[in-house]
């Protein structure tokens, strides 16, 4: 199939090769823009399986394992002296 395309394509080595990278531009455009958008629905890829263990809330790590929240409570909660005087960690 492809010899025929390339004995098919016009203006000798220079233009086959020109039409050819057309061609395959033209094939990657038509599956990027129209045939993968049609397909996209029945693919599991977004079908996400983790569930969320901090309730919605946006959480980070700063690398130590300790947990970064924006939330003040969070902070308070996590920083304020326990009665023998330590500081509690709640991060999991």
Known sequence: MYGWIWRKLPFGVPGKIIGSLLLAGGTVALLWFVAFPKVEPLLP???STIDDQNGGQDTQHDGTGDRVSDDPSDY???HSPTPNG???KSGD
């Open 86 to 88: 330590s500081k509690s």
């Open 76 to 78: 308070k909660r996590e």
């Open 45 to 47: 890829f977004n079908h």
